[in-house]
């Protein structure tokens, strides 16, 4: 089974797209809209990890709480307690990480580098194509 270094490489858009926490939600959303994505990282001053906002966050803790987008800052809607993955995770951990928790996203982290940000999307398509390898292995073994 392939890991999230493969992942990473294997992704059409490496790009990582990062907020701080004391921007608008307003801002955040915005550039959510102009990448067409559906999650930022949310770093610190020195680049660390500080938390992750989603199209989710925003629904749940802003539009459903009266809130402004102009006047809500990021680290007060987003998850602060980010799981994240180092790039030896194999595919099948990060899968099962993410639905026992009930994630979408997972930065990928190691040495407290922001090495890439992966969706529970990037992982499907690795692993139908790791059942597909084996699958035409298996039949290449029967039929001798």
Do not use: W
Not at 7 to 31: C, E, F, G, R
Not at 41 to 54: F, P, R, W
Not at 105 to 120: A, D, R, T, Y
């Amino acid at each position: 089974m392939s890991n999230v270094a493969y992942v990473l490489k294997d992704k059409d858009n490496t790009a990582i797209y990062t907020v701080k926490p004391n921007s608008t939600v307003l801002d955040a959303i915005k550039l959510m809209a102009d990448k067409g994505i559906g999650a930022l990282v949310v770093t610190d001053e020195n680049n660390k990890v500080a938390g992750i906002l989603s199209e989710r966050d925003y629904t749940r803790k802003v539009v459903l709480m009266e809130r402004t987008s102009k006047d809500t800052l990021v680290s007060e809607i987003m998850t602060a307690k980010v799981l994240t993955v180092p790039t030896t995770a194999s595919v099948k951990e990060c899968l099962k990480l993410m639905t026992d928790k009930h994630l979408r996203h997972l930065p990928v982290v190691e040495n407290e580098q922001l090495l890439g940000f992966i969706s529970i999307g990037d992982l499907v398509k690795i692993a139908m194509e790791d059942q597909n390898k084996l699958i035409d292995q298996l039949q290449q073994y029967i039929s001798g």
